[in-house]
């Protein structure tokens, strides 16, 4: 199946395709897709109700490195919620700036922006 056939086959309107994201540890290989639309000034509670409703996910911390890396022209030079908690403190989750890449945790209560994925597993 060539790239156009396939975008055309699992974009739907508004979506960007972000590339494929290799699986770790036994997990599957997915392609990750950048749903429309920004949720801003909110919450780490608020910006995973958001992209609930856009009827995706956040993106992980390994997510939003691709995105950075493939479509850092899709964001605001600001920083964006991923959907990790911190592994020792569950009150912090990390988040990414997409002026530069850098990865950082912060209070679940800050407010800062969100962007959407969903996912096509690999079988």
């Known amino acids: 199946m060539s790239k156009a056939q396939f975008l055309a086959e699992n974009l739907r309107e508004g979506e960007t395709y972000a590339g494929l994201l290799l699986g770790k540890d036994g997990a599957p290989d997915i392609h990750l897709i950048l749903l429309a639309g920004v949720a801003m000034d909110v919450s780490w509670d608020a910006a995973k109700k ?48 997409f002026y530069d890449g850098f990865q950082f945790y912060g209070h679940r209560s800050d407010e800062g922006r969100a962007r959407a994925v969903r996912r096509l597993i690999l079988q």
């Open 50 to 97: 958001f992209a609930e409703a856009a009827g995706g996910e956040l993106p992980t911390r390994r997510e939003q490195a691709l995105l950075f890396a493939n479509l850092k022209e899709e964001f605001e030079p600001r920083w964006y919620w991923s959907d990790e908690q911190h592994a020792s403190d569950p009150s912090y989750a990390w988040g990414q700036y």
